[in-house]
């Protein structure tokens, strides 16, 4: 079956520096990449859609300058995290969408800013 | 707006016990409900999925229902095994917002010999 990669999965920062996230589909070409995130007992949240070769598209509440999405090509796409501050430490979860428009997800990115 | 409400774990049942994980929604227009697993260090995978009322998913031995009268999708397997400890997703994907998918909180189920 299709598979999406998504590095680190774990990744502990100083409040203040930004962090990159990637994911990437290994099989297929993702036209549709999206990001969510979750905290402690709370649901998994809907980030921001992004499209290839095109902007992300934010959901309401999310800081479109602090989280910075780039999906460059059909296979790729990145999530940074600017100037993170500790209540940006979460879980952050990538999924892409092809062709067949079943989603696939990624195994997720602990991020601890300390 | 949209939302999921699943059980809060974490579950932990002896094997070849009778599982059931709650999941009710609350949605606009006619949702498709799903169920997505993540197990150890992977990421999430589809289980099964419903698209329409009174649709049953099922898969691995899992069976959910859609009830549209009483809002619930409630994952349900008769006998489980120590390979299915995981993380269970309750999630909807809402049909008139661009196909938006909403999920639960997540449920931990741990499985002991």
């Known amino acids: 079956g299709a598979v999406v990669s998504q590095h680190p999965s774990w990744v502990i920062c100083k409040s203040g520096t930004s962090v990159k996230i990637e994911c990437r589909s290994l099989?297929?070409?993702?036209?549709?990449m999206f990001w969510y995130r979750q905290f402690p007992k709370q649901s998994l949240m809907l980030m921001a859609t992004?499209?290839?070769?095109?902007?992300?598209?934010?959901e309401q509440g999310v800081e479109k300058d602090k989280f910075l999405i780039n999906h460059a090509s059909l296979t790729l796409s990145t999530l940074t995290v600017t100037s993170a501050h500790p209540e940006d430490s979460s879980f952050y979860i990538c999924?892409?969408?092809?062709?067949?428009?079943?989603?696939?997800f990624g195994s997720g990115t602990q991020l601890s800013v300390l | 707006g949209d939302s999921v409400t699943q059980m809060e774990g974490p579950v932990t049942l002896s094997e070849e016990a009778f599982l059931t994980i709650n999941c009710t929604y609350t949605?606009?227009?006619?949702?498709?409900l799903f169920w997505y697993v993540q197990y150890p260090g992977e990421g999430l995978q589809l289980l099964l999925k419903?698209?329409?009322?009174?649709d049953k998913g099922s898969n691995k031995g899992f069976e959910a229902t859609y009830r549209k009268e009483t809002t619930s999708f409630h994952l349900e397997k008769g006998s489980v095994q120590v390979s299915d400890s995981a993380v269970y997703f309750c999630?909807?994907?809402?049909?008139?917002?661009?196909?938006?998918?909403?999920f639960g909180t997540g449920t931990s189920l741990t499985v002991i010999p």
């Open positions: 999630a909807l994907r809402a049909t008139n917002t661009g196909n938006q998918f909403y």
């Open positions: 992004s499209n290839e070769g095109s902007k992300a598209t934010y």
């Open positions: 099989d297929f070409q993702a036209t549709t």
């Open positions: 999924s892409a969408r092809g062709a067949s428009e079943k989603l696939f």
């Open positions: 419903a698209t329409k009322a009174d």
């Open positions: 949605a606009t227009g006619y949702p498709s």
